[in-house]
């Protein structure tokens, strides 16, 4: 199969040109406008090609890898500490991305105030992704489109991807998820993990739906959102065992991860280690 915008030799399952990033389907969208609509492309078979890359998701869904292939000359962007490993040839470089102010705005949404960038050097090279946590990764094909992402799950993305940091909301404060989120515009690839599996939640218009803030991970940027607490009154809330939680309007999707890193680290925290003499957990003795 060949592109329709310059001609390169192609896949015949990729969506994306390697060589100019034309979009195959760019055709058949435009004659079925509600194909064209916005929406969360997640490869099927975890596989692709983008602008100027390939990439594969591997070991699925507790332990997953993403592998990109780049070709030479090409760069793809990642969250900071995101590199698992990488051909000899490929050049890391990291910037503070927006400049000082970009950074500090990235710093309080709970990213790393500076931006990964690879380059393959001299021919084609391999970089390997992972999050932090074990969990799933998603390979989205974003189609111009706008995402909104929680700033632990981004992992990596196409370089002309524009990724801003926006205002979340004065009320999640209170409930310890941050104040920001990511919005992530435009065409190209976007690499997104989870804490667990992901589920996908698919909102008609006008339909509403609530999620635990420790459990989302990208919605569209159609889907409106505020923050409520789960319960009506604060009391009922507390002995929910559940906090601040987001109302979702759609029309849109969402993704959803299947475990909470925060519930998990409350869990673990009485096993941990303290050097007091007292309380729970194991005591360290500093003593001769």
Not at 157 to 168: E, F, H, R
Not at 171 to 186: A, D, I, N, R
Request: hydrophobic share 40%; with cysteine; charged share 15%.
């Amino acid at each position: 199969m060949n592109c329709t915008k310059c001609g390169a030799q192609m896949r015949p399952d990729a969506s994306f040109c390697g060589v100019c990033g034309n979009r195959v389907d760019a055709g058949a969208a435009a004659a079925n406008p509600s194909a064209s609509g916005e929406r969360i492309h997640i490869d099927e078979d975890s596989r692709g090609q983008g602008r100027g890359y390939a990439y594969e998701v591997l070991h699925q869904p507790a332990f997953s890898l993403a592998v990109v292939h780049l070709q030479p000359e090409q760069s793809i962007q990642a969250e900071s500490g995101a590199m698992v490993s990488m051909s000899a040839n490929i050049e890391l470089q990291s910037q503070m991305k927006g400049g000082l102010f970009g950074a500090i705005k990235r710093a309080a949404g709970g990213e790393s105030a500076f931006v990964s960038t690879f380059t393959s050097r001299g021919g084609p090279g391999e970089v390997t992704l992972a999050p932090g946590a074990p969990g799933d990764i998603a390979a989205i094909e974003m189609n111009n489109q706008t995402f909104f992402v929680q700033s632990s799950s981004y992992l990596a993305g196409d370089a002309s991807l524009v990724v801003d940091t926006k205002w979340g909301g004065a009320k999640s404060f209170f409930g310890g998820e941050g104040l920001f989120v990511l919005q992530v515009q435009g065409q190209g690839l976007l690499l997104v993990s989870s804490f667990g599996a992901i589920h996908r939640k698919r909102l008609q218009a006008g339909e509403r739906y609530v999620v635990d803030t420790g459990h989302l991970v990208a919605w569209e940027g159609t889907t409106q959102y505020t923050l409520r607490k789960a319960a009506s009154g604060f009391f009922r809330s507390m002995v929910s065992g559940e906090g601040i939680v987001a109302e979702f309007s759609g029309p849109g999707e969402l993704l959803i991860q299947t475990r909470n890193l925060a519930a998990l680290a409350g869990l673990l925290k009485p096993f941990f280690p303290t050097q007091g003499g007292s309380g729970s957990g194991f005591n360290i003795n500093l003593g001769g």
